[in-house]
């Protein structure tokens, strides 16, 4: 489909957004959709920025409430490849768009910027997005003079899954493209998915070298896996816990675009200033 065709032949309720990423990319070009899905959990995700008032609600993307989504006439859906399977459904209530930030070629900043504009120009905001990006570029330069000065630590970012087990990130993911583009050096040098992430067994931190700095993603699961972690002599043996080189910082949508990105960078550059003074 193309952008154009779609919001002519569609109604008038505004553009919903199945997606966080492309939602908070939307009100970062000005825009804000008229309905999400999961929009209760927006405040644990994504954080930042918040979702104005007004927005409904339509349900889970598991579970999306088709009756209040056909209530809104919407001119345009946003969608992406992994949720194809409801593009049929969706499709007789407005027109569908697929974005592809995440998937097997290519990293996920890069397409981020390449679907920005794509978006832009489909909801009447290409001069928007393009001022954007501009922003995105000039911030993300300054933060790379920053890490630039400090001679900045290898960096490991991590998820606890439990008091065994953490995501770690790197590769093409949206966190790893964001280290790359301000300069910070990843410890983490094993695999890691088109997601940007690799389940690993807390022993596996061993690896990151005896410079790493740890930076642990909010939510922290459970909440006091920190303090239990101090009882186990494993985690006690490692560099980063020795020298005390562990900081913690908000949560940011992992799967998010462009703004996610330089959330994510702008947190990082601040706690490995406070580690430095």
Known sequence: MTGAPAIAQAGDGGVVSLDYGLASTMLALGSVPRAIA??????????EPAMPSG????GTTAEIN????TSLRPSLILSTPFLAAMDEKLS????????????ENGEALGRSYAETLRLGAMIGRRQEAEAFLARADATFDRLR???KSLSAPPVAVINFIDQRHAR?????????????RIGLDNAWKGEASYWGFQTIGLEQLAELGEEAHLVVVSPLLPPDVLTRLSESPLWTSLPFVRRQKISVVPGVLMFGMVQEALRFSTLMVDVLETAAR
């Open 145 to 147: 003079d920053r890490i």
């Open 38 to 47: 999961s929009l209760r959990n927006w405040p644990e995700w994504v954080v």
């Open 66 to 69: 088709l009756e209040v989504l």
């Open 168 to 180: 770690i990130y790197g590769g093409p993911g949206l966190y790893g493209g964001a280290m790359r």
């Open 55 to 58: 927005v409904v609600d339509i």
């Open 92 to 103: 007789r209530i407005a027109p569908v768009e697929t974005f592809t930030v995440y998937a």
